[in-house]
Structures are given as structure tokens and as C-alpha cells.
């Protein structure tokens, strides 16, 4: 593997000598980077999925998950100190197996799959930080509005604007901001913290209430309980004498005592939870290792931007800073999980989550953040607001994460020629802009559209859009292809023995086998674990199993059309006398 100036055809292989890419980054840059990539809001999100397996333990899973990450993190490691260029996985895959397994896995896992995420990431905001905010303000009506079609459609718009924003700024200048939005974002959990240590539980669920009538009028709104997974009979019959169902099986409030928080733990003592977050069945706690990696499977999601990061190609520097991505979070993520069943209860907590997911919500039908909750403890509004606001940063500072790693899979394919060469253009300051509106931020915007039902309706005979069921295909297009990059580590002594032997990675094994190899393989085992659960989901907690048809077509649908793209690349590159193969045979120029 070679030369930035040999031809075939008598053109040369890459666009031009140089990618044109600025190493803004240090390596803490690539640190904090991971740490907004493993995000404590993306963790409050997954941590809300464990209402759909109710026997596991939460902080087991978390645990063991983490320890897998750690391989995830070595193999990554690994691959950017060998070959540290821009596109990550897309040109390890190329370079490792074949242009096309390389282009068409990496494709799906970096560019297409990435649209999806930006409704997720919208929700994510919205129920997290706008709603109580306005529910706080008294803007009652643009919470409700952010609830229907429209105001759906305008929060995707809203962090697409950001998004975009983000990147185009430069990664000098984002890497700047994501530093003060780490340190005041987690100063503001650090305050929420404090709060929930000093306070009883009677106080909590006091606060809580007060909270209910000040800013959602304390109703205990209806909902249908026919769906769910409550267990209804003891619902029914609860000694308190507070709640109870009519004849349809709607979730209604009796006597004069009922409150909010006594509804939540209504709901949460029926979900059939274990009472605490370290207590659960083994296979509960294994079936909730594919949701945890919903937040945990991205120490790595800056590997494709590692040809702009100082130091790439140091091997320990590297797992360093995404260790410490890593750790930090998780560390702060288990003593909350500690607190909140301390001082909460774990069913109570739970409980704000499973009357969320099916639509019995005490709460306007909110789903109600921890960083609102906790937020309560302070009786005063505008400290509320701050506190919740300053929390935020941390979700805020993430949103250009959703375009940024993608631009350079596709600035990357391009600069190979499988893409058009506009997509590997970029600006005096290394941003790839073409990548960045064309192929990402306007099919965005028609995902968007098609998540929220307007104004494009495209929806169920339910009345659901259908992109809303497969939402979690977001996570399993991007496994597939951390599998794909653990197998490649795992051959890359055999497949790439140049890379191999000139890079600084240890070369100590057992029986000619690499420790490398042999940890690549574990991760890819995992890997595939997960898989295999996406697909065969037992249980429906996942949604995007075999039985989601919906998901099934979309998931051909996307590697269906990276294929197309490789093969109509092949046929004009080929009558342009160039092999794609031929390229994929070097190394790309920095």
C-alpha cells in the first residue's frame, strides 16, 4: 500500500494529493468528543427501555456491557493507530476485505442509518428540555404543540439546524464549545446531585407534587392499560384504594388523597420490576445489554474524524481517550442509579417512564427527565429553568455529532471515487460542505417528515407513522458494522500485513495468533450476540426483530441501495480505465 500519486488509466487514484482536512483536534478534543458520544441523556433514554424487560438488573447490565466496550475501545484503538485517515471504518473495511463490503456496510452504518438518529435525537431534546421548560414558563401550548405532527417536524428541523451548524463551524471551533458545554453541563448534574443526596424521599415525592399542580395541574390523565404490561389485577386492586380502572380499562384516579407521584408508583409497583436496580434474573439483565449499548456502544464514534486529531497514530493515547469517554459518563450514570433508588425507589423511577411509554402519564401524558425531576427540589422557577437549561448543554453539545463523523465516511468514499468528487470538497477550514448539505442535512429533513407524519402523512392504518417502528434499526445498522470492523481487526495481521507490521501495535500472541486477534474476536462475538437479539427479539423489547416487516425492508432497502451506488461506481470507473479495487489497495493521503 502506497503512493498518493499512483495512476490507473492514466488518472490518478485519490481526487487529489492532498485531503485537504485540518488536524484541529488534540487528543483531549478526541476525549470530550467520546465523552458527548457516550451521552448521560442518551443513558436516561436507555435506562427508560428497561420497562420492556422487567426481570433484568439495570446496573448489572450496565456493568457488563462497559466491560465489553472495553474491547470495542482496544479494537478501535487499534485500527485508527494503524491506519489513522479520515472515514474510519469505511476505509479499514475497503482496505481490509473489498471496496464494496467496505463501502456497503459502512455506507449504512455511517450515512444512511445516520438520518434516523436525527428524529431520535429531536425527541430526545423535546421531552428531556423543552417541554419542562415550557411546562415551567406556563407555555403550556407550545408543549402540547410539540406533541403533534408539526411540532414534531419543527423540533427535527430545529436540530438539524444545529447540527449542521455544528459541523460547518469547523471542528477547531465545535471542539471549543463542547468543552465550556461539558463543564457547565456537568456542573449542573453535579448541583442535581447534591440536591437529591440532601433530600428525603418525603420530600421528593412532596416537591414532586407541588410540581404536578403548579405547572401540569396535577391531572391524572387517561390512558389505555389494555397495551401495556402492567399487571392489571393488581393495578386493580391496589390496597390504597386510590386507583382503578372503567370498563374500557382507562387508568383513572379515585379519593381525594390521589396525587401524581402516588399514580407513578401505582404504575411502576404493577410494571412487575424487581425492587431495586442491582437485583434481576440473569437472562433479564442479558436481554437488557442490547438496549444499554442504545448509549454505551459510541466510545468510539469519533473514528472517523481520527485523520484530523493530533497523535493518531499513538496506540495507548488513543485508548486512553476513549476509555476516558467512556468511564466518565458510566461513572456518573451508576451512582445516579444508585441515588434514584435510594431516594426514589426504583419501581417509583421506572414508573415515570412505563406511564410515559404507554400513555397513562399523570403528567399531561409528559415524559418527565431526571434533570426535570430533580429540578423540582428547588422551589423556585427560574432556578428550575437554569438548572434544567445548564443540564442540557450536555445533550446540546451532542447534536453535532450527528452529522460530523458522517461527513468524513462520505468525504472519504468520495476522495476514493466511488462517490461523486463535489463530495469530497471542503472549505478553507476542512469542512466538507457538499457531504454535509447534500447527503446529509436534506435527507434529514425528509426522514424527519416522514417520523412525524407531516407534511408528509405517510402513516399506519393506526395512525403511527411506520419510520416511529423501526427507530431502533438506529442502533442495529451501526453494530452490523462495528462487527464488520471487529472481524477486520481480528484478520487484519493476514489481510493487511504491511499495515500490520509497520504500525505500533503489540505483536505478542499465542500460537502465531496476535492478543489483538484474539480480543477482536471476542468484541466481534459480542457483536454478533447483539445481532442475533435485534433480529430474534423474544420478548418485542427491541422492535426491529424478524416479526417488524416494516424494519425488516428498511434494513435491505438501505444495503440494497449502498449496493447499487458501488456497482454504478464500478461500471463508470471502469470505463474510465480505473479499478475500484485498485484504490482500495492504498493507503488514502493525508
Known amino acids: 500500500m502506497a503512493t498518493d500519486t499512483a495512476k490507473t488509466g492514466g488518472q490518478t487514484l485519490f481526487v487529489r494529493k492532498a485531503s485537504g482536512l485540518v488536524k484541529g483536534w488534540s487528543s483531549t478534543d478526541g476525549f470530550r468528543y467520546s465523552f458527548f458520544s457516550v451521552n448521560l441523556f442518551l443513558a436516561i433514554w436507555s435506562m427508560a427501555y428497561a420497562c420492556f424487560i422487567t426481570d433484568g438488573s439495570l446496573f448489572w447490565s450496565i456493568v457488563i456491557t462497559a466491560a465489553f466496550m472495553v ?22 473495511l475497503t482496505r481490509i476485505f473489498h471496496s ?9 452504518g455511517w ?49 438539524i439546524a444545529i447540527a449542521s451548524i455544528l459541523v460547518a463551524i469547523g471542528m477547531k471551533t465545535y471542539a471549543k464549545m463542547q ?8 456542573a449542573a448534574f453535579l448541583v442535581l446531585g447534591i ?25 391524572a390523565q387517561g390512558g389505555s392499560l389494555q397495551e401495556s404490561k402492567l399487571d392489571l389485577t393488581k393495578y386493580k386492586t391496589d390496597e390504597s384504594g386510590l386507583f382503578a380502572t372503567d370498563a374500557d380499562g382507562n387508568y383513572i384516579a379515585e379519593g381525594e388523597h390521589a396525587s401524581a407521584w402516588d399514580a407513578i408508583q401505582a404504575v411502576g409497583s404493577g410494571t412487575g420490576m424487581p425492587t431495586s436496580a442491582f437485583t434481576g434474573t440473569l437472562k433479564g439483565t442479558l436481554w437488557l445489554i442490547p438496549l444499554m449499548l442504545f448509549w454505551m456502544g459510541w466510545p ?5 474524524l481520527y485523520g484530523e486529531v493530533r497523535g493518531a497514530k499513538d496506540f495507548r493515547k488513543n485508548i486512553y481517550q476513549m476509555m476516558g469517554g467512556l468511564f466518565l459518563p458510566t461513572a456518573i450514570v451508576l451512582i445516579f442509579l444508585f441515588l434514584m433508588n435510594w431516594k426514589v425507589g426504583y419501581q417509583s423511577w421506572l414508573g415515570t417512564y412505563a406511564s410515559y411509554w404507554w400513555g397513562i402519564s399523570p403528567l399531561g401524558g409528559d415524559s418527565i427527565s431526571p434533570t426535570a425531576m430533580l429540578s423540582f427540589l428547588v422551589p423556585n422557577s427560574a432556578i428550575q429553568v437554569i438548572l434544567i437549561g445548564a443540564c442540557s448543554l450536555i445533550l446540546f453539545g451532542w447534536f453535532g455529532t450527528l452529522f460530523l463523523s458522517s461527513t468524513r465516511m462520505i468525504f472519504a468514499a468520495a476522495f476514493d471515487r466511488i462517490l461523486p468528487e463535489w463530495a469530497a470538497k471542503v472549505s478553507s477550514n476542512g469542512v466538507p460542505y457538499n457531504a454535509l448539505l447534500i447527503c446529509m442535512t436534506i435527507p434529514s429533513i425528509i426522514v424527519g417528515s416522514l417520523y412525524a407524519g407531516w407534511p408528509i402523512n405517510w402513516t399506519n392504518v393506526d395512525g403511527t407513522t411506520w419510520i416511529k417502528e423501526i427507530s431502533y434499526d438506529a442502533t442495529l445498522g451501526i453494530v452490523i458494522m462495528f462487527f464488520f470492523c471487529g472481524l477486520a481487526f481480528m484478520i487484519m495481521k493476514w489481510r493487511a500485513s504491511g499495515v500490520w507490521e509497520n504500525s505500533a501495535l503489540p505483536k505478542s500472541g499465542i500460537a502465531s495468533i496476535p492478543w489483538m486477534s484474539i480480543l477482536a474476536a471476542i468484541y466481534a462475538a459480542f457483536m454478533g450476540w447483539n445481532i442475533f437479539m435485534f433480529i430474534w427479539d423474544p420478548d418485542g423489547a427491541y422492535a426491529v426483530g424478524y416479526k417488524n416487516t416494516a424494519s425488516f425492508i428498511f434494513m435491505i432497502s438501505l444495503y440494497g441501495i449502498a449496493a447499487v451506488i458501488w456497482i454504478i461506481s464500478y461500471f463508470v470507473r471502469k470505463r474510465q480505465g480505473m479499478e475500484l479495487e485498485a484504490v482500495a489497495r492504498e493507503i488514502p493521503v493525508e
Do not use: C, H
Not at 197 to 218: C, I, P, R
Not at 300 to 304: D, E, P, R
Open 300 to 304: 468510539n464514534w469519533g473514528a472517523t
Open 100 to 108: 464494496s463490503i467496505g463501502f456497503i456496510v459502512a455506507a449504512v
Open 71 to 92: 474491547a470495542e475501545i482496544v479494537v478501535y484503538a487499534g485500527l485508527i493507530s494503524a491506519m489513522p485517515r479520515a472515514g474510519g471504518d469505511y476505509v479499514w
Open 111 to 159: 450515512w444512511f442509518i445516520l438520518w434516523l438518529w436525527t428524529p431520535i435525537y429531536a425527541d430526545m431534546g423535546v421531552q428531556t428540555t423543552v417541554k419542562p421548560i415550557f411546562r415551567i414558563l406556563g407555555f403550556n401550548s407550545g408543549a402540547d404543540f410539540l406533541s403533534k405532527p408539526a411540532g414534531i417536524f419543527v423540533a427535527v428541523l430545529v436540530v
Open 179 to 186: 468543552k465550556y458545554f461539558m463543564y457547565i453541563g456537568l
Open 195 to 219: 440536591l437529591l443526596v440532601f433530600s428525603s424521599s418525603q420530600n421528593f415525592k412532596e416537591k414532586f407534587n407541588d410540581a404536578a399542580v403548579k405547572y401540569y395541574g396535577d391531572t
